[in-house]
């Protein structure tokens, strides 16, 4: 079993940059894909970004390319999701996901509860 728990949410207004988190503890993290996902209000759960165990590998969903960045510390347990140039479109709730890879949501095993990012136009 791997427990995810997603940190760093919050409001900020359009242009603004935010950092989240996400602590992984159970299985060993550093063998594990990651990846983060969004779901909007009355949308379906997006795909956001994803990176290899070895952290040597990334790939991201098109509406962030350029502007989000993930990373990952597996001294930390620890995977990280930069989020520069934020737009209004971005709110959701950002969830962590592992053990998995792609865009697919069925993809992965394990699922964060999920970290509310809100941007103020």
């Known amino acids: 079993q791997v427990q995810l728990v997603e940190s760093g949410g919050g409001l900020v207004q359009a242009g603004e940059f935010l950092r989240l988190s996400c602590a992984a503890s159970?299985?060993?993290?550093?063998?594990?894909?990651m990846g983060w996902f969004r779901q909007a209000p009355g949308k379906e759960r997006e795909f956001v970004a994803a990176i290899r165990w070895t952290g040597g590998s990334t790939y991201y969903g098109d509406s962030v390319k350029g502007r989000f960045t993930i990373s990952r510390d597996n001294a930390k347990n620890t995977v990280y999701l930069q989020m520069n140039s934020l737009k209004p479109e971005d709110t959701a709730v950002y969830y962590c996901?592992?053990?998995?890879?792609?865009?697919?949501?069925?993809?992965?095993?394990?699922w964060g509860q999920g970290t509310q990012v809100t941007v103020a136009s």
């Open positions: 996901a592992a053990g998995g890879w792609g865009a697919q949501t069925n993809n992965y095993n394990y």
């Open positions: 159970g299985r060993t993290f550093s063998s594990l894909n």
